[in-house]
C-alpha cells in the first residue's frame, strides 16, 4: 500500500519557466510534509516542508502547495535553472510515526534544459 | 559540524559475508533513523533510535539485520549473511524535536 504517491516519474521544463511536482497521499494523520532533492550518489537535501495547518509555504524560488481536502500537495519552482535538474522526493510524516519517521514517494526526475 | 557522515560510502561484498556500516549523526540530533533505498524507489523506513533507544523497526528489517546505537552518539547497521537483494543505498538521518531530517550521502551496498 503505497501512501505517497508521485505519479509522474519524470518532468522536463526550459530554463526561466515554472516546473510543478505533484504528489498525493491517503493516510489522514500525516500532519507534515516536506520536500526532498536528490542528485545521484548522494543523499536526499531537505528542501522545503509545509505543516497541516498551513496551506502555503514560500522560500526563494521554491513553494510548497498543501490541499488537505484532496490530500494533494505540489511543489513550484519559479524559475527554473539547470541546477535544479535532479530526483525531487516528497514525504510525509504523522503523529503516529514513531519519531517522525518519513514514508517517501517514488520520486520525480526534474531536467531542465536551458 | 558537517551534517551527517556515512562509512564507507561504498562496498562490495560476497553473497553470504557479514557488513557493517557505520553513521554519525549531527551531534546536537537525539533522532537517528535508516533508511533503504532501491534504483527508482523512494527511500523506505527501517529503523529509529531515540537517544540509545531502538523505538520502532520495519517489517523491512529481517532478523539478519541488526542496529545500535551504543551512547546515543553514532550507530551501527549490520546486515549478517548478505543476499543479492540487500544491494541498495543504505541512507542515515538525523533530526531533532521540530527539525527535518538531515540525511548523509549514504552507503551503496553491492552484493555479488
Known amino acids: 500500500d503505497q501512501q505517497v504517491k508521485q505519479n509522474s516519474p519524470s518532468l522536463s521544463v526550459q530554463e526561466g519557466r515554472i516546473s510543478i511536482l505533484n504528489c498525493d497521499y491517503t493516510?489522514?494523520?500525516?500532519?507534515?510534509f516536506l520536500w526532498y532533492k536528490k542528485y545521484p550518489a548522494e543523499g536526499p537535501t531537505f528542501l522545503i516542508s509545509?505543516?497541516?495547518?498551513?496551506d502555503k509555504n514560500e522560500d526563494g524560488r521554491f513553494t510548497v502547495f498543501l490541499n488537505k481536502s484532496a490530500k494533494h500537495l505540489s511543489l513550484h519552482i519559479v524559475p527554473s535553472q539547470p541546477g535544479d535538474s535532479a530526483v525531487y522526493f516528497c514525504?510525509?510524516?504523522?503523529?503516529?510515526?514513531?519519531?517522525?519517521?518519513?514514508?517517501f514517494g517514488g520520486g520525480t526526475r526534474l531536467m531542465v534544459k536551458p | 559540524d558537517t551534517g551527517v557522515s556515512q562509512d564507507p560510502r561504498h562496498k562490495i561484498t560476497k553473497r553470504g559475508q557479514n557488513v557493517t556500516f557505520r553513521c554519525d549523526p549531527i551531534?546536537?540530533?537525539?533522532?537517528l533513523y535508516w533508511y533503504r533505498q532501491t534504483l527508482g524507489q523512494g527511500p523506505e523506513f527501517l529503523t529509529y533510535?531515540?537517544?540509545?533507544?531502538?523505538?520502532?523497526k520495519s517489517r523491512l528489517l529481517s532478523d539478519r539485520f541488526s542496529a545500535e546505537r551504543p551512547k546515543g552518539s553514532f550507530s551501527t547497521l549490520e546486515i549478517q549473511r548478505t543476499e543479492q537483494g540487500d544491494s541498495a543505498m543504505y541512507l542515515c538521518?538525523?533530526?531533532?524535536?521540530?527539525?527535518?531530517?538531515?540525511f548523509g550521502q549514504g552507503t551503496r551496498l553491492t552484493v555479488v
Open positions: 493516510n489522514s494523520m500525516f500532519d507534515y
Open positions: 509545509i505543516s497541516s495547518i498551513k
Open positions: 514525504a510525509a510524516s504523522g503523529i503516529n510515526n514513531a519519531g517522525n519517521m518519513l514514508t
Open positions: 533510535f531515540q537517544n540509545e533507544a531502538q523505538l520502532e
Open positions: 551531534s546536537e540530533h537525539n533522532r
Open positions: 538521518a538525523s533530526s531533532s524535536e521540530g527539525t527535518g531530517a538531515f
